[in-house]
């Protein structure tokens, strides 16, 4: 896994931020109890808590720098952060409500971990996912095709590339299950400001890999390529950089 950056990660905050609005939106149910899987920096526990003003929040993710943000800025003592790797860990107690902003697609074998933690959903309980679903976009075709070119393979040919997950393997996952699925997704059309915006954006998540595993004197290069291709297949209007983003999601409640 990466490091992450919380500071670059927020550059965009507000469009990050839309899709899980909208997937808590969605969310039809009462909550005391819930856990943010993947909380980053901490800036969406306030969506949370504004729904749910009496609810014991725990966020936890992976990256020590996100979690060190959003332990610092915590002042509500009713939310927890906490460092832990999601493919192995689970809650002390069941959970009202697990919810996931674009995490599962940095996780090896999702549906197991995913169907491993909605054992840990309450009777009546919750699990809502949102995942990014644009690796057939230029922002990412382009970047593993410039990451396979011989100046560059020898460093990133170890990368996971993600292709996303089929949609109807969480329908099939909570289904079988015997949950209730709301199953949808959508595309959003971000205008970005900026010179490089598109670079920027994927700088921060999709392409932090390929420019962690490069060395100095490659990593240069490598953005000026990367930079060129997005500039040709992402041109900036009058109103901004369009940016055509699609994102599944998903909310499962148990009947039980």
Aim: hydrophobic share 40%; aromatic share 10%; net charge negative.
């Amino acid at each position: 896994m990466p490091t992450w950056d919380p500071t670059r990660y927020l550059q965009f905050a507000d469009d990050r931020s839309r899709p899980f609005v909208d997937l808590v939106a969605r969310v039809q149910s009462d909550a005391e109890t819930i856990v943010d899987l993947g909380c980053g920096p901490g800036h969406l526990t306030e969506v949370l808590r504004a729904r749910w003003p009496d609810a014991a929040i725990h966020g936890v993710d992976s990256s020590a720098e996100m979690i060190d943000r959003a332990t610092g800025s915590n002042d509500d003592p009713a939310t927890t952060y906490e460092l832990a790797d999601v493919s192995t860990w689970s809650p002390d107690a069941p959970v009202d409500l697990v919810v996931s902003n674009a995490l599962f697609q940095w996780v090896p074998d999702q549906l197991d971990v995913i169907g491993r933690l909605a054992d840990h959903v309450a009777p009546r309980g919750t699990f809502a996912l949102q995942v990014p679903r644009n690796y057939d976009s230029p922002s990412h075709t382009l970047l593993r095709d410039i990451a396979s070119e011989a100046a560059f393979a020898e460093h990133t040919s170890d990368i996971r590339a993600d292709r996303g997950t089929d949609p109807v393997a969480y329908l099939d996952l909570f289904t079988d299950r015997g949950w209730d699925v709301d199953l949808w997704e959508t595309t959003y059309f971000h205008v970005l400001d900026g010179d490089d915006p598109v670079l920027d954006w994927v700088s921060g998540t999709g392409a932090r890999p390929y420019l962690q595993a490069l060395p100095d004197d490659l990593r240069d290069a490598f953005v000026a390529a990367y930079r060129a291709a997005l500039r040709e297949a992402y041109p900036r209007r009058t109103t901004g950089t369009v940016f055509p983003f699609r994102r599944t999601f998903v909310v499962a409640r148990r009947r039980d």
